[in-house]
């Protein structure tokens, strides 16, 4: 995470609302880290300390059982991602230049997909179908994405996410 420019903010906002409208967060993605972490002070009603801070990516969850078993689906999610900015590029995981867990635009903004680690570590990139791409796979996202909380992202008229319960998100 680095510096945003003065547009990040808007770039952020425009990307959350692409990602809703092809159907991501109907289709339970959770958006996470410290994109999440801005989307608490309006929907607790607090002010929380740090919530400015300003990030170049977003991260967005969903656990694979989920991907497999909704039976629906985005358009690619590369696709969805350039009707916010036709910038995006896709970048190849570590792991195979097949699988892409990535997307970055010229100005640097990341949407970054990640997937509960279940069983052993591993290294390779796990297909979230759902979503039309491939995730990162972390250990302990499953208790953080477990019961995500509807919430609004306060870009435009709104737009319609889940993140993670607060509590959780507090451990």
Do not use: C, W
């Amino acid at each position: 995470m680095g510096k945003a420019g003065p547009d990040q903010p808007g770039a952020v906002g425009d990307v959350l609302a692409a990602l809703s409208a092809a159907g991501a967060f109907r289709l339970r993605a959770v958006v996470v880290g410290t994109i999440a972490y801005q989307v608490y002070a309006p929907m607790l009603g607090v002010r929380l300390p740090h919530a400015a801070i300003q990030t170049d990516d977003i991260d967005i969850a969903q656990f694979h059982a989920v991907s497999v078993a909704v039976n629906e689906s985005t358009p690619p999610m590369l696709d969805v991602l350039r009707r916010a900015d036709s910038s995006f590029k896709a970048i190849p995981h570590r792991s195979s230049k097949h699988a892409v867990t990535t997307y970055r635009n010229t100005r640097g903004l990341r949407v970054e997909f990640l997937a509960p680690n279940r069983g052993p570590e591993r290294d390779e990139a796990v297909r979230l179908p759902a979503l039309g791409t491939d995730a990162e796979p972390l250990r302990f996202l499953d208790y953080l994405i477990h019961e995500a909380s509807s919430a609004v992202v306060l870009h435009g008229a709104g737009v319609y996410v889940n993140v993670p319960s607060p509590q959780r998100y507090a451990l």
